[in-house]
């Protein structure tokens, strides 16, 4: 199909969490519909302003339009202030300014255990092959508050695990399970067992480590990602894109999200013995 094409903006993507690592954010044009290369935005000036603190965002010299911090952990519950100022550019006369304004989410403590178990629930998962299903279970002590909600993300042997059936759990509500001591016998007793992941155990060995880290974000954030869920994808004849989602501002039309995620992690050891009878 040959479709009109929207004139470029600029996209802003990137976090800080309450880990003590270097946080990222990558500046560029927004592209065409068909396009799969996108053009970076260097020579940015970036910091983030929060509870008297100063962070700076620094491009990196083998990498255009990426930017990190040094070291740093946010803080949970602290209301975080982004500038971003783009003197030259290829687009617009005037220096770009966006700006956005986020507050870290608040989360549990810590998680104190991972179970990983076959599937418990008799109706079945879709896509899911029940006898080769492994639950992944965490068990932590939850807030009171029923507006958190945790995208997740499963990492095995220290590495990002994407399989489709895990993608089914990567966005969960803690309403109806706010206040109990996540999966423990209380909770078990009200509700069903929750598991925060589905692993086939054709991908999994004995001794395999397992780790959970649960991400509470906000209400907008959420929406924003299941705006990306809902985008088909670059090919017309599958759908129209939906409306994104953004917190960016600025003098020009920007878009894409600054997102403050507070984190809790957890790890688990998978055993072959859990599908013995």
Known sequence: MDLPQGRKVPVVEGSITNEYKRHEIIMSYSSEVYSEEREMIPGAEIYLVGGGDTIYYYEQPDKPGHYLTDSVAGRKRRRYHLEIKVEENTLFDWPLKMNAEVRMSNNATRIDSVGLHPLLNDEGIPFVDEKAAVCVCPYFQTLSDTSIVYNVELYLNGKLFKNRPSKLFNLFSMRGYAGYYFNGEEMLSNNTEVPVGIMNKSYLHEGDVVKVKLYSISKDYRYFLLAQKLAIGVNP??????????????????????NATAVIEGEGVYHESIFEK
């Open 237 to 258: 004849v599958m759908g129209a894109f939906p409306a994104m989602y953004s917190n960016i501002f600025s003098n020009c039309d920007a878009m894409g999200w600054f």
